[in-house]
């Protein structure tokens, strides 16, 4: 059974900290996609993750992704109060798009 | 610009009723995919239209019923739903079928099934 696990499940932090979250994934994906979901609100995509070493960064954000290890890490720099909202892992099993999310992390950032 | 646009934003029916959920995108995306995404969880995918063909459903009840009329438009049939269906439906679309492409998500339409 494929499982796509996010530590932590939540996570709040003060503004100005810096915090990584996990995404481990229990089959081969030749891909990972981070998405961003504010409450109430569609998916935001952040990042594709296309090989093994890859990072990618955008602003506060910066995400790698480990093949072998089936293991990706979103970590944040400098925590604003804009970065609230719940991060989803995805990975691709079968190659054909069909994304399988991992269960999210709810992340709080405190002024 | 990248957008799919869902109607309703919100829906209420009741277990006897018929409605649809309606998604578009005019980006030229040839794969579109339905998901559902209860209170709390992750979104799971439904089903998947590559070249306006359903090539996944996966093991959705009868209940649900997708349709793609072209390469722009998405459809979700709803009939005789039950009380658990209640759930945020959110559509994607990708460039290509079966390639590295972003999927891009509407807003997502609330239903709520009394």
């Known amino acids: 059974e494929l499982k796509v696990e996010q530590n932590p499940l939540f996570l709040s932090m003060q503004e100005g900290k810096n915090y990584t979250i996990y995404c481990n994934y229990s089959t081969t994906s030749d891909r990972l996609y981070w998405y961003r979901q504010d409450p109430g609100k569609s998916l935001e995509s952040l990042f594709v993750l296309l090989s093994n070493g890859a990072v990618k960064q955008e602003g506060r954000l910066m995400a790698s992704l480990d093949t072998k290890a089936r293991l990706s890490t979103l970590h944040i720099t400098a925590a604003v109060h804009d970065l609230s909202a719940t991060y989803f892992c995805?990975?691709?099993?079968?190659?054909?798009?069909?994304?399988?999310f991992g269960t999210g992390t709810r992340l709080t950032v405190i002024p | 610009d990248t957008e799919v646009t869902q109607t309703p934003k919100h829906l209420v029916m009741g277990m006897t009723n018929k409605k649809s959920l309606k998604c578009e995108q005019h980006m030229g995306h040839r794969a579109m995919y339905w998901y559902k995404q209860k209170a709390k969880k992750p979104p799971e995918l439904m089903f998947v239209?590559?070249?306006?063909?359903?090539?996944i459903n996966e093991s959705v009840p009868s209940r649900f019923s997708p349709e793609c009329p072209n390469s722009s438009l998405l459809n979700l049939h709803l009939h005789a739903l039950q009380p658990e269906d209640s759930a945020l439906y959110l559509c994607a679309s990708s460039q290509d079928p079966g390639t590295k492409n972003i999927q891009y998500f509407g807003a997502g339409t609330r239903l709520s099934v009394l």
């Open positions: 995805a990975v691709d099993p079968t190659g054909a798009n069909n994304l399988f």
């Open positions: 239209y590559s070249y306006e063909k359903l090539s």
